[in-house]
Nanobody
Framework: QVQLVESGGGLVQAGGSLRLSCVAS????????IGWFRQGPGKEREFVAA???????LYADSVKGRFTISRDNPKNTVYLQMNSLNSEDTAVYSC???????????????????WGQGTQVTVSS
């Protein structure tokens, strides 16, 4: 049974940083693309970043230069380092997995097979 568990969310002041983690189980992790999505209050879910099984990376324009996604395959973990946070980054952040060795665009939510429950990030101004 595939499971994704996010952690690392919390309350941070504008300009601050947080590092989110997504730990996967029940899957051959190195064969999967992992994406981060977020849904802010009153907003639709949006793509944030993704790292493919071959380490290819894509960011949403809104986070490019501020967020960094990385993966540690032996630990079955993907990280999202978030710097220079602002109020627009307030959202529930969820990780998702697609695979194994899946091909296609990583930005649509429908690309992903499995989802975590999410972790809340709140940025105070």
């Amino acid at each position: 049974q595939v499971q994704l568990v996010e952690s690392g969310g919390g309350l941070v002041q504008a300009g601050g940083s947080l590092r989110l983690s997504c730990v996967a189980s029940g899957m051959l992790f190195s064969r999967y693309d992992i994406g981060w999505f977020r849904q802010g209050p009153g907003k639709e879910r949006e793509f944030v970043a993704a790292i493919k099984w071959n380490s290819g990376i894509l960011y949403a324009d809104s986070v490019k230069g501020r967020f960094t996604i990385s993966r540690d395959n032996p630990k079955n973990t993907v990280y999202l380092q978030m710097n220079s946070l602002n109020s627009e980054d307030t959202a529930v952040y969820s990780c998702a997995a697609a695979g194994p060795f899946k091909r296609g665009a990583v930005t649509p939510a429908g690309y992903y097979n499995y989802w975590g429950q999410g972790t809340q990030v709140t940025v105070s101004s």
